[in-house]
């Protein structure tokens, strides 16, 4: 079992910055980032390999949001900048570690941390 700790979000103005970071208890294969607004379905933010860090975006985030990770940490950090109110949303880590992978489906990852919340007010 794989437990996953993320970091506290938080609330920023439109066009602002957070921080968030996962820390696996161990070093999965792959690590990623899902969020879900109210009402709507989850949605793939971020994911990127541990050992060769590859890294894939969804399309909302792509240019404004990075993903990176410190393998000796067994951390991923995403880094979201000009952030809109539509980023609004519970944002959570996912892991995967073993079988088929496929970065943007959130079933490929067996494990989840709880998830923290993130608003932007404009």
């Known amino acids: 079992q794989v437990s996953l700790a993320e970091s506290e979000g938080g609330s920023v103005l439109a066009g602002g910055s957070l921080r968030l970071s996962c820390t696996a208890s161990?070093?999965?294969?792959?690590m990623g980032w899902f969020r879900r607004a109210p009402g709507q379905e989850r949605e793939f933010v971020a994911a990127?390999?541990?050992?060769?860090?590859?890294?894939h975006y969804g399309d909302a985030v792509k240019g404004r949001f990075a993903i990176s990770r410190d393998k000796d940490k067994r951390t991923v950090y995403l880094q979201m900048n000009n952030l809109k109110v539509d980023d609004t949303a519970t944002y959570s880590c996912a892991a995967h570690d073993g079988g088929f992978y496929y970065a943007s489906h959130a079933s490929t990852y067996q494990f989840w941390g709880q998830g923290t919340q993130v608003t932007v007010s404009s």
């Open positions: 161990i070093t999965p294969y792959a």
């Open positions: 990127i390999t541990l050992n060769r860090g590859d890294e």
